[in-house]
């Protein structure tokens, strides 16, 4: 059971609010999750970071993937419960990955560019590789990639993706940098651990992360 100490250290970040015991939600069916109650300050803060998720519209063929800041805030909070991501810094760079990858939590599976990739998904878009190593946490196992990543998402793990990779793979030095909340930390996140490249502009990874900055209170800089 996840203590409840825990639970308030890893929900101060954003959402602030009444939090439900996490220990028996880890892993339901998003059916489970959805039914939560979410507290509105948190709905607020996660649509202030993905401002389209407030709505399904506009998803098309792959409606069924899309899940509303309301549905999406109470899975985040039990998952930075589970892994202790408890400071403002940390929190706002996976929120804003997730958002990011997501297309605003519309998408759990890579379909960009058609056809897409099989097998690269959940809410951080995790490659393959990285998702195989995920899944042998639950314990799953599929020797098909696609296959894999369905046992996933249909087990829940959808939300823990993020968390666990941070927790797993990035070394002691870009953790360190994440957690002073700067600039500077989330960019070597970026580039060192997640291992992609910066970019900048309209519906940038920069801007989702400013987004996250200022609703967790950090300055941006």
Excluded at 32 to 54: F, G, K, Q
Excluded at 103 to 132: D, E, W
Aim: aromatic fraction near 10%.
């Amino acid at each position: 059971m996840i203590p409840s100490t825990t639970m308030k250290t890893a929900a101060f970040f954003l959402f602030r609010a009444l939090i439900v015991t996490a220990a028996a939600a880890s892993f339901q069916p998003l059916t489970t999750l959805a039914r939560r109650v979410a507290d509105p300050r948190s709905v607020d803060i996660l649509t202030s970071i993905a401002p389209n998720s407030a709505t399904c519209a506009g998803t098309g063929d792959f409606a069924d993937e899309c899940i509303t800041a309301v549905e999406a805030a109470q899975p985040l909070i039990n998952s930075f419960a589970k892994y202790q991501i408890a400071t403002q810094g940390e929190q706002a760079a996976l929120l804003s990955w997730m958002a990011y990858e997501s297309g605003n939590f519309k998408y759990i599976r890579n379909h960009f560019p058609a056809p897409g990739r099989p097998g690269q998904g959940t809410r951080c878009m995790l490659m393959p590789n990285f998702v195989s190593e995920f899944a042998a946490t639950l314990p799953l196992s599929n020797s098909d990639p696609a296959g894999l990543l369905n046992d996933v998402i249909q087990a829940g793990g959808e939300w823990d993706t993020a968390s666990w990779f941070y927790t797993t793979q990035c070394s002691d030095d870009i953790k360190t940098g994440l957690k002073t909340g700067e600039k500077g930390g989330w960019e070597t996140f970026i580039t060192g651990c997640v291992q992609t490249t910066l970019d900048s502009g309209e519906n940038s990874r920069e801007v989702y992360w400013m987004r996250a900055a200022k609703a967790l209170g950090l300055s941006g800089n």
